[in-house]
């Protein structure tokens, strides 16, 4: 599985977009770009997934790069509750022999009031 | 629907004893994850159940780890005897099965401390 680059910590105003990057240099064709996020002393909680279109669901939206090699993921109205350490992971989607996720050690993200 | 369980949420042991942590998945989810959580690392993954057959176990240390799952539903990880660099958040996943890549679903965890 590719490696992702991403800033050890980040902060944003309550009420404010919160915007995540994370580099994938590396990226194989067939790899998809994965978001967890972990509160504190909780399990990882998925966030979205994408291949190479931006996709949107209720938590948030991702944004990639036409040649892949980087995204972001943005939270429209950052809220306290959204304190967390954010994770980037890319791995084969569908059709892998495993479903396999390497974490890195993430963006914590502190919402500011 | 339910969410991963597990027990015990904390445990303190001393080195050299053993442990062992439960995990029930969320109904219906065939494949079942345990991961080891070290302070300020993300998770690794330890093992991987498909059903009750092992698909990964490459990161787990066999000399002192083991974990079953019997049935195919729920699943136990022990460790013996513990050692002091063992102290971490156990954390149990599941997904399902014929979804393929589909998102993973995690518990709360478990905390061991070892003295």
């Known amino acids: 599985d590719a490696k992702t680059t991403q800033p050890p910590s980040m902060d944003c105003a309550e009420g404010r977009a919160a915007n995540l990057p994370c580099n994938h240099s590396?990226?194989?064709?067939?790899?998809?770009v994965y978001w967890y996020r972990q509160i504190h002393s909780q399990g990882p909680q998925y966030i979205i997934h994408?291949?190479?279109n931006n996709e949107t669901n209720e938590m948030a939206s991702l944004i990639i790069t036409e040649d892949r090699k980087s995204s972001t993921l943005i939270l429209p109205h950052a809220t306290l509750r959204d304190t967390a350490v954010y994770y980037c992971?890319?791995?084969?989607?569908?059709?892998?022999?495993?479903?396999?996720?390497?974490f890195g050690t993430g963006t914590l993200l502190a919402v500011q009031p | 629907e339910a969410g991963v369980a597990q027990s015990p949420r904390y445990k303190i042991i001393e080195k050299r004893q053993s442990v062992a942590f439960w995990c029930n998945p969320i109904?219906?989810?065939?494949?079942l994850y345990w991961y080891q959580q070290i302070l300020g690392q993300g998770p690794k993954l330890l093992i991987q159940?498909?059903?009750?057959?092992?698909?990964?176990d490459s990161q787990l240390p066999k000399d002192r780890f083991s974990a079953e799952r019997l049935k195919g539903v729920d699943s136990t990880l022990k460790i013996q005897p513990a050692k002091l660099e063992d102290s971490a958040v156990y954390l149990c996943?599941?997904?399902?099965?014929?979804?393929?890549?589909?998102?993973?679903?995690f518990g709360p965890g478990t905390r061991l401390t070892v003295t």
């Open positions: 996943a599941s997904s399902p099965e014929l979804r393929g890549g589909y998102e993973q679903y």
């Open positions: 590396t990226i194989s064709g067939n790899e998809y």
């Open positions: 994408g291949l190479k």
């Open positions: 992971i890319v791995r084969v989607g569908y059709g892998g022999a495993t479903n396999k996720l390497i």
């Open positions: 109904s219906g989810h065939a494949t």
């Open positions: 159940f498909q059903n009750n057959g092992v698909v990964d």
